[in-house]
């Protein structure tokens, strides 16, 4: 599935999370996490509702609401 990178990042940095703090929190691997980020990865619908749901902890707004914004369009060219 396809996630917007770019709100992932700025989203987990709002929260004042590590890459391994937002891992944690969602039940994930760090490194899973760590290769979403740089486009390497390719998520699960399950990851993805995982890691909106630890940044909607840390962010306390609701995990739709994350959702939209790891979904949207990204404005970035596609990684080779």
Do not use: D, F
């Amino acid at each position: 599935m396809s996630m917007n990178v770019r709100a992932l990042k700025e989203l987990r940095r709002k929260a004042g999370l590590t890459q391994e703090n937002l891992a944690h929190l969602a039940g994930i691997s760090t490194s899973l996490l760590a290769k979403i980020e740089i486009g390497r990865g390719n998520p699960t619908a399950l990851t993805i509702r995982k890691i909106a749901q630890g940044l909607s902890k840390s962010l306390g707004l609701p995990v739709n609401t994350i959702l939209i914004q790891l979904m949207a369009e990204s404005e970035e060219a596609p990684h080779a």
